[in-house]
């Protein structure tokens, strides 16, 4: 791992360089694609199940149980233990993406 790890996205396979000065809006929706299938086949369908079973509260669950975490880290200058921050940030516009697409449905 380089010395700057703000520029990278970290996944237990591989790790995604991301080039600060052509990183673009496209890239990182090509990213969320990526992480969203392959998380899709950890998780299955359950996205789609909670928000059927419980409704909009399960997308704000999950979305506030992010924020939280993004809130602790930054705000106290913590050092992840886990997930990068970046990794919560992408993780928040997939679960964004996927409660919009089963709006649009």
């Given at each position: ?5 703000e ?67 930054l ?5 992840p ?25």
């Open positions: 791992m380089t010395e700057n790890r520029n990278y996205i970290e996944r237990k396979e591989e790790v995604i360089v991301c080039n600060p000065i052509n990183f673009s809006f496209s890239d990182a929706i090509h990213d969320a694609e990526k992480i969203h299938s392959k998380k899709r086949d950890d998780y299955g369908d359950s996205f789609q199940r909670s928000l059927r079973k419980y409704g909009d509260v399960s997308f704000l669950t999950v979305m506030s149980h992010k924020f939280d975490r993004l809130n602790n880290l705000l106290t200058g913590k050092k233990q886990n997930e990068s921050v970046l990794d919560t940030v992408i993780d928040m516009a997939v679960y964004s993406l996927m409660y919009y697409t089963e709006k649009k449905k």
